[in-house]
C-alpha cells in the first residue's frame, strides 16, 4: 500500500514539474526590420491613416469606424464608441490632446505575412512617452493595433 501510494506521489511530482520551451532560431529571425523604401506606399499610408484616425477621435470624440477594406473583422468589433471613448479618457487626462505620429521602425513578419509599424506618439503633454503598433496583414488590412507607454531609459 505504501508502496503505491509512494509512486502516485513521485507520478504526481514529476508531471507538476515545469517544462521550458526554446524559442527556436527561425522564429527568431521571422521577424526583420524593413526599409520604409521597400515598403508599398498603400501598406505604409494604410498603417498611418488609420492611426491617425483611431488617435484624432480622442481629440474630436467623433469615430468613423473602419470599413472591412481597411481592417479585419475582429479589429472593428474591438474597437467600438464605448471602449474607444473609455480609453481616450485615459490618454487624454495623462497626455493631452494628439499632435501627430513619427515612424520609428518598420518590422516585416515572414511567417504571419505582416507588417509591424511602430509610431511614436506626440501629445501635448511630454510628460509620459507613448507608442502606437499597427499590423498589416498581407491583405492590407490592419490586422491589430495596440498603444502602450514607454518607460524612460535611466542615463
Not at 23 to 38: A, F, G, Q
Request: charged share 30%; hydrophobic share 35%.
Amino acid at each position: 500500500m505504501k508502496k503505491i501510494i509512494l509512486i502516485i506521489v513521485l507520478v504526481l511530482l514529476y508531471s507538476c514539474k515545469t517544462k521550458k520551451t526554446v524559442t527556436s532560431l527561425t522564429e527568431e529571425k521571422s521577424i526583420m526590420l524593413v526599409n520604409p523604401n521597400e515598403v508599398d506606399a498603400v501598406t505604409k499610408d494604410r498603417a498611418y491613416d488609420l492611426g491617425t484616425r483611431l488617435l484624432e477621435s480622442c481629440n474630436t470624440s467623433r469615430f468613423k469606424p473602419f470599413s472591412s477594406e481597411e481592417a479585419t473583422d475582429k479589429v472593428r468589433q474591438n474597437i467600438t464608441p464605448a471602449k474607444l471613448s473609455e480609453t481616450c479618457k485615459k490618454i487624454n487626462f495623462r497626455n493631452g490632446k494628439f499632435i501627430s505620429l513619427n515612424l520609428i521602425d518598420i518590422k516585416h513578419d515572414e511567417i504571419n505575412e505582416q507588417y509591424i509599424f511602430k509610431y511614436n506618439i506626440n501629445y501635448e503633454k511630454k510628460y509620459f512617452k507613448r507608442e502606437l503598433t499597427v499590423f498589416v496583414n498581407s491583405e492590407n488590412k490592419v490586422s491589430a493595433m495596440s498603444t502602450k507607454e514607454v518607460k524612460p531609459k535611466p542615463m
